[in-house]
């Protein structure tokens, strides 16, 4: 059963980081490209950020360029967001979802075969 998990969520004051994970199991997760997506209050889902199944590619919304990074260990079939300098708008629910094509991520509005329940990221002092 393919399945996607996140971790490492919180409360952080402005400026402050978290880094959270997607851990993949269930399918053979290296071959699929992960990508990041969030929900703030009130407002519909947008694109953060994604990397390619071997790593080599990754691409980065405009709001979030500078200040968060994606990686993945394919060893350990886990994603990462390091997320620093954190604003009050980055607050939302950040779910990872995967899919086999990597460039349809930032074209395509029914992206992910399989999506994670989501990590509750709050930036508040």
């Known amino acids: 059963q393919p399945r996607l998990v996140e971790s490492g969520g919180g409360l952080v004051q402005p400026g402050g980081s978290l880094r959270l994970s997607c851990a993949a199991s269930?399918?053979?997760?290296?071959?699929?490209?992960v990508g990041w997506f969030r929900q703030a209050p009130g407002k519909g889902q947008e694109r953060v950020s994604c990397i390619s199944g071997t790593g080599a590619s990754t691409h980065y919304e405009d709001p979030v360029k500078g200040r968060f990074t994606i990686s993945r260990d394919n060893t350990k079939n886990v994603v990462y967001l390091q997320m620093n300098d954190l604003k009050p708008e980055d607050t939302g629910v950040y779910s990872c979802a995967a899919d086999r094509y990597y460039t349809a991520y930032y074209t395509s509005n029914t992206w992910g075969n399989f999506w994670g329940r989501g990590t509750q990221v709050t930036v508040s002092s």
């Open positions: 269930g399918f053979d997760a290296t071959i699929y490209a």
